[in-house]
């Protein structure tokens, strides 16, 4: 490639920006140009990751001198739960979630850490750990990702579905307080004249 990953970047964020898309990350691996957008606020579905392809292959055919040399493939995918980290951009952007971490060898202290990202700068980030927060350099860094917390998730549907629950059978309960008040007059009436007829 001729450009760099951040150049790239940099020149694809407004195509993606056009189309309501947040671009996170651009790679080249062998021949495949890896893009990774996201939705914010919404679900990526697949017609709108095409439309995202034909808008970026568009670009590079306009921008020649920004494409990789010889053939290529372009794919554009969305980050999925757990997503790699590797500019100080998606480091801001992912604080206040669970980080797992690997130092390069060397490093002083612990290799794989994992906790909640606190802050982050363009030289570093900062991790809350168990025993205190622990601040790394990007120099340092091998790779790091987020972590989606499963159980938490797990937790919050099964809540979710004990509300929808719970409100069902208020539904129901009250439809069935409702049938009784209409039919109460009718068996009012029905004393009545049964009484009249006595």
Partial sequence: MGVSGDELVRAFEA????????LDDVELRGTSLQVT?????GALDLDLLAETSRALSAY???????????????????PGLERRLRRPAQFLRATGTRVSARTM??????????GTLVSADED????????????IAYRDLERARTVFDWEADLA???AVEQAEKAAAGGKAQRSRRAGREQ?????RRGDERERVAR
């Fill in 15 to 22: 195509t993606c920006r056009a189309l309501g898309l947040e």
């Fill in 37 to 41: 957008v996201d939705r914010p606020g």
């Fill in 60 to 78: 590079l055919d306009e921008h020649d001198e920004l494409a990789p040399a010889g053939r290529y493939e372009l794919e554009v995918s969305s």
């Fill in 105 to 114: 060898p060397g490093t002083e202290g612990e290799r794989r850490v994992e």
């Fill in 124 to 135: 570093g980030f900062v991790l809350e750990l168990a025993d205190g927060p622990r601040r």
């Fill in 156 to 158: 919050a549907r099964r």
């Fill in 183 to 187: 039919t109460a007059p009718d068996d």
